[in-house]
């Protein structure tokens, strides 16, 4: 019986379109909205280079004049600032006993395609949190912290109420944006986390705009429940959990072209079918520059994105559209 081979069903560019817009979909942090893909940043990823230069303007500052026909307005400067994104590059290759089962569905390029979009849902959500961590590291060091409201204790065993998740705890963190409150839409957090909310009855449904899909939400604000955000256990006892509120877009998506993206091969000697995909991308928090200062390698891992000294905010905070709420559940 012939024998079916990833080369035979995988057409490359189709595959690529396939893989990235369906890793969109499965992203629960590109449903709820946290990460948003960029047409700019797009640009940006394809044009080159490791560390992408995003100069903006910065707000108009100063009292106001009274005129005067004796005396000339004071003219000052539009000052100038400089966000940093850093190109990810990341691969990886899988043999054909990985994808068995894949290869035998009725649609096996769906199926390993399905299988690949999904890895990388995953891959980009690590990169994610490791980011929020190190940006906050950041925020603690060098702002005071004053994107951070933290109710949890050490002992977390022991932790009464006003040490877990509440409405006030929650209004403690939404207060860090000052009068952007606005712009928050969404929290994400631990399922431990939305467990206590659901036992006070603070969890609704919506209904989306569009089809008949339902949401969960908590104050108006979609709730996004994922078990790989920071979890630390406590000095004493138990743990403490970080929520992130965040603004439409906190996060900008750049897809990048790796020279080639998707490829095929096979070990005769060994019998492996082989297929190799790789990815280059930008995922920017918008504001917090990369100060790259501490990487190893051309391209940062997840260890290097969670250090505080590779992040330093130049956006004022009221424009930076995540906050953190540390709890013990």
Do not use: C
């Amino acid at each position: 019986m012939a024998q079916t081979l990833i080369a035979d069903v995988i057409v490359p560019q189709v595959f690529n379109k396939y893989v990235v817009e369906k890793t969109a979909e499965l992203s629960n942090f590109y449903m709820g909205g946290i990460i948003s893909s960029d047409a700019t940043l797009d640009a940006l990823a394809i044009k080159g280079g490791r560390l992408i230069n995003m100069p903006f303007w910065k707000d108009l500052s100063g009292d106001d004049e009274v005129l005067s026909d004796g005396s000339a307005l004071t003219v000052t400067a539009i000052n100038a600032g400089q966000d940093v994104a850093v190109l990810h590059a990341r691969g990886k290759a899988w043999g054909v006993n990985d994808l068995a089962t894949a290869l035998s569905g009725d649609d096996p390029m769906g199926a390993i395609g399905d299988l690949v979009a999904e890895y990388w849902a995953r891959r980009y959500q690590a990169i994610l949190i490791s980011s929020l961590t190190g940006i906050f590291a950041d925020n603690v060091a060098n702002d005071g912290g004053d994107m951070v409201a933290d109710v949890s204790i050490e002992d977390g065993d022991a932790a009464p109420i006003e040490n877990k998740i509440s409405g006030d705890a929650f209004i403690d963190a939404q207060a860090t944006f000052g009068d952007a409150i606005g712009q928050i839409s969404g929290v994400a957090m631990h399922s431990k986390v939305y467990n206590n909310l659901k036992k006070i009855d603070n969890i609704s449904f919506e209904k989306e705009s569009l089809g008949d899909a339902e949401i969960e939400t908590y104050r108006g604000m979609r709730v996004i429940v994922n078990d790989t955000l920071p979890k630390v256990a406590g000095a004493t006892s138990g743990f403490k959990y970080t929520s992130y509120i965040f603004g439409q877009g906190a996060f900008g998506f750049g897809q990048g072209a790796a020279p080639t993206p998707t490829e095929t091969d096979r070990d005769s000697l060994t019998g492996t079918d082989i297929l190799v995909n790789r990815s280059h991308f930008l995922m920017h928090p918008r504001g917090v520059k990369w100060a790259d200062a501490s990487v190893a390698g051309t391209f940062p891992t997840n260890t290097e994105a969670a250090n505080a000294a590779n992040w330093d905010r130049v956006y004022e905070r009221k424009n930076i559209r995540i906050a953190a709420l540390i709890t013990n559940g």
